[in-house]
Structure formats: C-alpha cells, structure tokens
C-alpha cells in the first residue's frame, strides 16, 4: 500500500522513524525502542452538519505518546471533533469539516489524500463494541488487514500479537474459532481495540470507549490504555471526569463547540485557568 | 367494604363484559379467516392425493382424448426450469437495486425516485408482466421466435424484482450502523465495507426474502400464458415453449374430463406442497440469522 500516507511528501523529518515510501509495514506494534508515534495538530477547525454548527474554530495539539481526554457536557461537539480527525464525520450525509488536521506536518484534509489512508493511521474505538457478528475472534482481529487488502504470510502473528497489545490473548487463546460476539462486553471492547491496533496506526481515537462497560472492565481497558500510550498517540472522549483524570496526560474541555481550555490534566482539574471549565470539573453544570 | 376497595376500586362488570365481547369478536374473525384456509387445503389433499402417483410424475401429459392422460413430469420440470432462470435474473438485480438504495442512494431524490417506482412495481397485475413480455418479446420476435420458456422467466423475474428488491432493501436497513462505521474506520474502501461485512451480515435475510419471491413466483400463471405457452413433452431448451404447473393446471382444469380435473387437482397438490417447503426453508434460515 504505497498510499499510506505518513511516508509520502514527507517534509518534516520524523526524529526516529525512517521507514522509506512503500515499506510501511516495517512499523509493527510490537516494534522496539517506543515513542515513535505521531503528533497532532488542529487548526481552527469547524464541523457542520448541515446548517448546524457543530464545532466552531477548535485549535488544539497533540503530543505524540500521550493520552489526551476531551470532556465537556454532551452535545459539545467533541464526539463531532474525534470523527473529523479520522474523517468520519464526512461519511453522514450533509456533513462536513473546515479548517486543518495535521498529523506529524501532512494535512489529513489535504487534495490528493484518500481517507481510507487516514484511517489506516487513525484508529477508532468506539462507544459501544462492534466486533463484526459473522467473524470469529481471530477474523475480527484480522478484518482490518483484510479490509484494507494486506494479507501478508504473517495474518496469525500480527493477530496474536494485536491479542496481546490488547491484553486478551490469554483469555482468548484457546477459543479464537469463536464468534466474537460470545464474548463479554468488555473482552468485546479489547477486541475491537486489538482489531484498531492490527492494522498498525499511528494514532487510536477513543469515543467514550467504557461508557457501555462494567467498573472491572473499565479498569481493564484504563490499564491499557496506559500500556498502548508507549506506542500510539491516544485521544479519548470521556464523559467520566474520574476517567479523564486517571488515563490522561492532557485534558481538553469544550463547550457549545469551542475549545474552552486545554492543559496537563493536574491543571485542568484542580487549578484551572477559565472559570467555565472550573465549573464543570467541580461538577456545577454538565 | 373496607378502605383499601376505595383506593384500588375492583374491574367494573362493563368493562369486564366488553373486554369478552371484544374477545369473543375477534376470536371469531380469526375462525372465519381459517375457514377457507383448512378447506383449501382439505380439497387439495381430497381431491389431489389420489392423482399422485410414480407415474404422476414421471410422464409426460399424452394428450390423448381417451386412455392414459399421463402425469406432470414436463410441467413440473418446466417451472423448475422457468422459475429457476428467473431467480437467476431478479435475485442479483434485486439484490444490487437495494445495495444502491440502502449503501449510496440513501436519501437522495434518485433512490426516492427509484423506492417509488418499486413500489408501484409490487402492485401492478402480473398479467401486465406477461403481455408486456408479449409484446415487446412474443411478438416482437426477440433473439427467439414466438414462445419461450426464457420469456416466461423475463415475465417473471419482473414479477419478483420489486419483491426481491423490497425485502433486501429491508434487510440491509437492519444491519447496525456500527458495524459499516467500525470497517470504515479501519481504512476499508466502501466496496470492501458491503462485500466482507455487510452482505455477510444480511445474507441469511437475503436469502430468505428471495426464497418467498421464489415461491410467490412458482405459482404464477397469468405471466406464463402468453409467454412460454404450454406443450406436451418434456423440453430442457430454454428458447422453446415449455410447460409449466401452473398453465397445466390453468388447462387441465377447463377440459370436460374427469381425469384431466383430477390431474389438476394433483398438479394443484404438488405445486402448494412446493411451495410450503420453500416457505419452510426460508423461515429456517431467517430463524438462524443474526439480525431479527
């Protein structure tokens, strides 16, 4: 797939990763020596659905190998604002994006780029898990390969090891002939977060990803979380606070579609800079 | 009478005696609607089962005024064959009409248009398919001259296509949002996103609402008549006319004998008993899907 596109045009020099054009493959999950991950940049960007204005000039970085948490009341855009990063939000009718996504300097909105491209190096996790009803375990981890047309002689390794990264393999191992549906909603969601890391992103979108699961679960997935950040520049959308606070390198809150405030979680949750967002995290409206 | 009758006062006797009213009505209205159903299938049974035979099915009419009228081996392969042909024309189409509708059409004022348009399709008469096939196909001389069985299988296939096109339409609807959204976000194009998940999905609904067009199909007369005609023997060319149940029982029927009302009866028979097996094995299917 020559069409990955974090190796083409490339115009600023990564600080470790020198994988040429057409070798992209080369980045495995499992790779050594960490934090080659890419960072983010958005600049003013607006999403419309149709006549509404769903997110309104939101500026905003992400640092590479850190877990940034957007919260803010429902209805505040930041679902809306996820979806634009991997370009989702375009695939509803009507809908569409303004202004630039960069990831590591190549604008995701960019001409000549294709969006199944960009989401081949962003990743999606979302609200509820959707592994896919007529594929096995080891299938729905091996979808995204498929999907995008790279089998490769290497299919049961890469699945073995997305099982790992997503710390389910050894609940799994012994029955990856099984529906993926048979499993319990929070192996489900690992599932589906061993299915995102498969196909080798560079960043993991997290739409309130525990939202539909057990405290325990929870925990299993926060964890994780924390282990994937080596790898993968991660973004999750939480309504949780407490969530935000435990997982979070970086905290984001927004608010009727703006960007409210964005800082390093401790900050944001006990001495914020804007009053609105002191509101919030204290718990006075939202 | 104590307090608590006060606060939770009993059913009163109206209302008790029109709930039994209302009951009893619409018990009676479902008896009334079996009625016909049991002795439809009381005469075919009556009338039907002592025509079959071995030979019932294993020759073909005679046409002989008097002696051995024969049985219904070329009708029965006929329909087979018609029917056959024609699932093999509506179901792909039908199939692709409710992809466009459901994965790209969408909302737009085409697929509005289109929707339309199937759904006036589903209610024209099915002799209209057949003198529509007769005229511009019979008539007109298409590729084969005068009946065929393949212009029965046109008319059809015409008859199904809305019907096919109507419950796959129905069936895609129901497969989640989330499922085309989680392959989307994996990077797949959106013609690898309905072949891998979407059809996957839907298949068990898909092939349950064509077996009912199918067996809506097999029944089928009036497309029939003027299309692929009637003929004694039994005939695996598709451009020649070609016998079918229904026609056979459209024929034998009319005639002043006996043994030929009894073929009917017994073509009758077999042709429902067909069927309800296809109806039989959709609904098996349709119980093992994953979508309900």
Redesign the interface.
């Known amino acids: 797939m020559s069409t990955d596109m974090t190796t083409p045009d490339k115009t600023t020099p990564s600080t470790s990763d020198s994988a040429p054009a057409g070798a992209p493959m080369a980045r495995m999950p499992g790779r050594p020596g960490a934090a080659t991950a890419k960072a983010m940049a958005l600049r003013d960007v607006h999403a419309f659905y149709g006549d509404t204005h769903a997110v309104r000039g939101v500026s905003l970085d992400y640092a590479a190998n850190r877990v940034t948490a957007m919260i803010g009341p429902s209805g505040c855009g930041k679902s809306t604002l996820l979806r634009c990063i991997n370009r989702m939000h375009e695939e509803i009718p009507g809908a569409y994006t303004k202004g630039t996504i960069e990831l590591d300097g190549i604008d995701l909105y960019g001409k000549a780029v294709d969006t199944t491209a960009v989401r081949r190096v962003i990743g999606m996790v979302f609200q509820k898990p959707n592994p896919f009803p007529t594929m096995s375990i080891f299938d729905n981890v091996a979808a995204g390969l498929r999907l995008t047309g790279r089998k490769g002689s290497d299919l049961k390794e890469r699945v073995e090891r997305s099982l790992h990264g997503a710390g389910l393999w050894d609940e799994v191992k012994d029955r990856l002939g099984k529906p993926g549906v048979s499993l319990s909603g929070g192996q489900q969601q690992r599932l589906c977060i061993a299915r995102a890391i498969a196909v080798e992103p560079e960043v993991i979108l997290m739409d309130e990803p525990c939202s539909a699961l057990d405290p325990i679960a929870t925990l299993k997935v926060e964890e994780l979380i924390a282990d994937l950040k080596e790898r993968y520049t991660i973004v999750i959308v939480t309504h949780n606070m407490q969530q935000a606070a435990r997982v979070a390198d970086t905290t984001a809150f927004m608010l009727n579609g703006e960007m409210v405030e964005h800082g390093a979680t401790s900050v944001i949750f006990t001495n914020p800079t804007d009053p609105r967002t002191e509101q919030y995290v204290t718990g006075k409206f939202g | 009478m104590s307090a608590t009758i006060g606060v939770l006062p009993p059913v009163s006797a109206r209302r008790r005696r029109t709930d039994r009213v209302a009951r009893a009505l619409l018990g009676l209205a479902t008896v009334v609607a079996l009625v016909p159903l049991v002795l439809v299938v009381y005469y075919l049974l009556k009338r039907g089962l002592g025509a079959i035979s071995w030979h019932f099915f294993s020759t073909d009419p005679t046409g002989a005024f008097i002696g051995d009228p024969g049985g219904i081996k070329s009708a029965l392969l006929g329909t087979v064959e018609i029917v056959g042909l024609a699932t093999l024309i509506a179901v792909p189409i039908g199939i692709g009409v409710a992809l466009y509708l459901v994965e790209y059409g969408?909302?737009g004022r085409f697929a509005a248009t289109v929707r339309y348009f199937v759904d006036v399709m589903t209610g024209v008469p099915s002799i209209v398919f057949g003198l529509f096939v007769y005229i511009t196909l019979v008539i007109g001389g298409f590729v084969t001259d005068g009946y065929a069985a393949w212009k029965g299988a046109v008319a059809l296939a015409l008859l199904m296509l809305p019907v096919v096109t109507r419950s796959a339409e129905v069936v895609l609807q129901l497969v989640?949002d989330?499922?085309r959204?989680?392959?989307?976000?994996?990077?797949?194009?959106r013609w690898?996103?309905v072949t891998?998940?979407v059809l996957?999905?839907a298949?068990p609904g898909l092939v349950t609402g064509s077996l009912l067009a199918v067996a809506r199909a097999a029944g089928e007369t009036a497309p029939l008549l003027f299309t692929s005609a009637i003929v004694l023997g039994t005939n695996f060319s598709l451009g020649q006319r070609t016998n079918s149940m229904p026609i056979q029982i459209f024929n034998d029927v009319g005639q002043a004998q006996d043994r030929l009302v009894e073929r009917a009866w017994g073509t009758a028979l077999t042709l429902v008993a067909m069927i309800l097996l296809l109806n039989l094995v959709a609904r098996l299917i349709a119980r093992r899907s994953?979508l309900s």
Do not use: I, N, S
């Not at chain 2, 959204?181 to 194009?189: I, K, S, W, Y």
């Open positions: 969408r909302d989640p989330a499922l959204e989680a392959a989307l976000a994996l990077g797949a194009p690898r996103v891998r998940v996957p999905t298949a994953r």
